[in-house]
């Protein structure tokens, strides 16, 4: 009888510690793979954010505009990374916040926009698609069983033409 329960520790020790084992690892292997995920997306988060600051910047640098209209700018934001605002409504805008607005600089303005824009629909792209692989690796099996953190990567696209259409730049 005594033979049988140390056969019977012996078996399950030779089979349940491998297993252990190999959970352990692939679970050290599937955390690590989410955290790679999470940071990549904060990153993009960043910068994405960012663009938002670095396009008023510029404009207020190079328009001479006041910080005072910023508010007017969050309106107009939107419309300049999509595409959809007109040469004669942004150069309006910046007329009526400031006159004395340089007509030189409209050209180098709005490469410069346009470089950003290429920029944001870039990274919110590669943002779309960190979510859809953090969904996968979420939902996969063993993954799921062994991920420690099981929130969702959040985040809200604004939408652009791209993102409306399947239009690229």
């Given at each position: 009888m005594?033979g049988?329960?140390?056969l019977?520790?012996?078996?399950?020790?030779?089979?349940?510690?491998?297993?252990?084992?190999?959970?352990?690892?692939?679970?050290v292997?599937?955390?690590r793979q989410d955290?790679?995920?999470?940071?990549?997306?904060e990153?993009h988060?960043?910068?994405?954010?960012?663009?938002?600051?670095?396009?008023?910047?510029n404009?207020?640098?190079?328009?001479?505009i006041?910080?005072?209209?910023?508010?007017?700018?969050?309106?107009?934001y939107?419309?300049l990374?999509?595409?959809?605002?007109?040469?004669e409504?942004f150069?309006?805008?910046?007329?009526?916040?400031?006159?004395?607005?340089?007509?030189?600089?409209?050209?180098?303005?709005?490469?410069?926009?346009?470089?950003?824009?290429?920029?944001?629909?870039?990274h919110?792209?590669?943002?779309?698609?960190?979510?859809?692989?953090?969904r996968?690796?979420?939902?996969?099996k063993?993954?799921k069983?062994l991920?420690?953190?099981?929130s969702?990567?959040?985040?809200v696209?604004?939408?652009?033409?791209y993102t409306r259409?399947?239009?690229?730049?």
């Amino acid at each position: 009888m005594i033979g049988w329960i140390i056969l019977l520790i012996i078996l399950a020790t030779m089979f349940l510690l491998p297993i252990g084992i190999v959970a352990h690892f692939l679970s050290v292997h599937y955390n690590r793979q989410d955290k790679q995920l999470r940071d990549e997306a904060e990153a993009h988060r960043k910068i994405l954010e960012g663009t938002y600051d670095y396009i008023w910047n510029n404009i207020k640098q190079r328009t001479g505009i006041r910080e005072e209209y910023r508010r007017s700018f969050n309106n107009i934001y939107p419309d300049l990374l999509n595409k959809s605002i007109d040469n004669e409504n942004f150069i309006n805008w910046i007329l009526d916040c400031n006159i004395d607005f340089d007509p030189q600089e409209y050209k180098p303005l709005l490469e410069l926009i346009i470089m950003a824009r290429e920029k944001f629909v870039f990274h919110q792209i590669r943002m779309e698609n960190l979510i859809r692989e953090h969904r996968v690796l979420l939902s996969g099996k063993p993954a799921k069983w062994l991920i420690r953190d099981k929130s969702a990567i959040v985040y809200v696209p604004m939408e652009t033409d791209y993102t409306r259409w399947g239009r690229s730049i």
